[in-house]
């Protein structure tokens, strides 16, 4: 009953700027980290940034110095902050929530958000 829901995709021209939010919902007592991955056509699925409950970050090589994670614990929400975009920066991205550990069970588990597009074009 856990749902973790992304928005503010779109479609941005190369050096622009996009923030995408995921929220989750549900009967939730904890969650360990929260990130971002990107599938790109054709490419697997990538981590893109992560970021546990005590702040600690990671960042692919290819977008630090571009994009910032942050999050809101009391709002179970992660943010990522895209700037410089390029065209490789294209692809589906998708919000994970690891370590998650609900009301109603003492082991934890894993989430998946359904996506959003994210689209960088002249």
């Known amino acids: 009953q856990v749902q973790l829901v992304e928005s503010g995709g779109g479609l941005v021209q190369p050096g622009g700027s996009l923030r995408l939010s995921c929220a989750a919902s549900?009967?939730?007592?904890?969650?360990?980290?929260m990130g971002w991955y990107r599938q790109a056509s054709g490419k697997q699925r990538e981590l893109v940034a992560g970021?546990?409950?005590?702040?600690?970050?990671n960042y692919a090589d290819s977008v630090k110095g571009r994009f910032t994670i942050s999050r809101d614990n009391a709002k179970d929400t992660v943010y990522l902050q895209m700037n410089s975009l390029k065209p490789e920066d294209t692809a589906v991205y998708y919000c994970?929530?690891?370590?998650?550990?609900?009301?109603?069970?003492?082991?934890?588990?894993?989430?998946w958000g359904k996506g959003t597009l994210v689209t960088v074009s002249s």
């Open positions: 549900g009967n939730i007592f904890r969650i360990a980290k």
């Open positions: 994970n929530a690891d370590g998650v550990v609900l009301t109603t069970s003492p082991y934890s588990m894993n989430y």
């Open positions: 970021i546990t409950n005590s702040g600690s970050t």
